[in-house]
C-alpha cells in the first residue's frame, strides 16, 4: 500500500509539475530502436532523479518484452545504502506506435503514463545496445545506463555532454553509486 501511495503521490506531483511548466522542444528521439535488444538489464550510472530514486544505490532496470507488446519492467535498488533492504518497482512501459520504439509511455498508476524518451543508444563492438540516454522534453528527469555497472571516465565525461546538449542542467546529475557483486543482505 506505501508503494502505491508513492508513486500515485509522485506521478501526482509530475502532473502538477507539467501543468506550471513552459512548454519546450522535445528531445529528439534515436531513430529507431530494436526492442529484443534493448530487453535486459541496464545499470543506471547516472540520473536526475524521480523522488523515490533520490537515494538509490545499485540500481538495476531490468526490461522483458511481453507477449502483447508491452514492456515488463523491474526497478530494483537499495535506498540509502548498499546495506539495505531491497526496494522494487514494477512499472509498465507502452510503446507508442510510429516512433521507431523509442517512444514509451510508463505507467506505475493506472491511468497516468510518464514520457519516456530513448534519446541516446550506442551499440557495443558486438552489436549489443551498451549504453543509453532515457530522457523527458521537460529536462526535469534524466537517466544514463549500461549494460555494465562501471563505465569509463572518458566514457561518463561524453555522455553527460551530451545530457547538456539536450537542455538539462547537469549540476542535478548524480552519479549513482553501484557495488558488485552486491553485499548480501537480509531482504
Known sequence: ????????????????CSLMSPRREPIALVPSIDLPRFM????????????????AYNPIE?????????IGVRYRMRK?????????YRPT???EPGTGNALWGMQFVWPFKGEYRIAFVESSPNGDYSATIIARSKRDYVWLM??????????YQRYVQRIA???????????????????????
Open 1 to 16: 500500500m506505501r508503494s502505491f501511495l508513492l508513486c500515485s503521490f509522485t506521478l501526482l506531483a509530475l502532473v502538477g
Open 40 to 55: 535486459g538489464d541496464w545499470y543506471v550510472i547516472a540520473t536526475i532523479p524521480l523522488w523515490p530514486e533520490r537515494k
Open 62 to 70: 531490468t526490461y522483458t518484452l511481453q507477449a502483447d507488446g508491452t
Open 80 to 88: 540509502g545504502g548498499f546495506d539495505k533492504p531491497l526496494k522494487v
Open 93 to 95: 512501459g507502452f510503446v
Open 146 to 155: 549500461a549494460r555494465t555497472p562501471t563505465i569509463t571516465e572518458t566514457d
Open 165 to 187: 546538449a539536450m537542455g538539462y542542467d547537469v549540476a542535478q546529475l548524480r552519479r549513482v553509486p553501484q557495488q558488485r557483486p552486491e553485499p548480501v543482505t537480509k531482504d
